[in-house]
T-cell receptor, first 109, second 119 residues
Framework: GQNIDQPTEMTATEGAIVQINCTYQ??????LFWYQQHAGEAPTFLSY??LDGLEEKGRFSSFLSRSKGYSYLLLKELQMKDSASYLC??????????WGAGTKLIIKP | SAVISQKPSRDICQRGTSLTIQCQVD?????MFWYRQQPGQSLTLIAT?????????ESGFVIDKFPISRPNLTFSTLTVSNMSPEDSSIYLC????????????????FGAGSRLTVL
């Protein structure tokens, strides 16, 4: 079967750096997405990786290794507003999106 | 990006009743997607709604339980029929858009969701 694994919950300190990992096993690969979802709100798009390497976008970076079926989302200079769930999703060979259950990130002052 | 209005935002329903969720997009889109998000679980695609044809349902979801309408390119409804407590969930409408980046990825834009509680 297809599955996406990511930690259920993580805690980090304001101003610090946190890395959220995502491993996947899917039938084929056509890109990996990271979404942010604040409590009670809709998921919003953060980043997209289709080739190996690091994609940087301000305080957020996303890394992909297709050979290892692995990605991470790196958040720098954490702010309280970064407290949210972070969802990893992979598009498989049928262009279906397979979603992880999300990682709830708690930022402490 | 597209703006999606979804209603109701939340509702408390009685077992055995049905509820229709509406989704309005501010631009014309070919496909609209209905997702379910249960607490602590991943987003699950219920069906894809295409204008002018029947919706395409994912494994485990059937039209009798989740009838969908798509009367035009900016609007869709999802009905949750004969509800039971197991249907308590957040239901999300979404559309696919191009990011405009060099990667050419199509990303999903979501409505704010409808949180249903079935007693």
């Amino acid at each position: 079967g297809q599955n996406i694994d990511q930690p259920t919950e993580m805690t980090a300190t304001e101003g610090a750096i946190v890395q959220i990992n995502c491993t996947y096993q899917t039938s084929g690969f056509n890109g990996l997405f990271w979404y942010q979802q604040h409590a009670g709100e809709a998921p919003t798009f953060l980043s997209y990786n289709v080739l190996d390497g690091l994609e940087e976008k301000g305080r957020f970076s996303s890394f992909l290794s297709r050979s290892k079926g692995y990605s991470y989302l790196l958040l720098k200079e954490l702010q309280m507003k970064d407290s949210a769930s972070y969802l990893c999703a992979v598009r498989d060979s049928n262009y279906q999106l397979i979603w992880g259950a999300g990682t709830k990130l708690i930022i402490k002052p | 990006s597209a703006v999606i209005s979804q209603k109701p935002s939340r509702d408390i329903c009685q077992r055995g009743t049905s509820l229709t969720i509406q989704c309005q997009v501010d631009s014309q889109v070919t496909m609209m997607f209905w997702y379910r998000q249960q607490p602590g679980q991943s987003l699950t695609l219920i069906a894809t709604a295409n204008q002018g044809s029947e919706a395409t349902y994912e494994s485990g979801f059937v039209i009798d339980k989740f009838p969908i309408s798509r009367p035009n390119l900016t609007f869709s409804t999802l009905t949750v029929s004969n509800m039971s407590p197991e249907d308590s969930s957040i239901y999300l409408c979404s559309v696919e858009e191009e990011t405009g980046s060099s990667s050419g990825a199509n990303v999903l834009t979501f409505g704010a969701g409808s949180r249903l509680t079935v007693l």
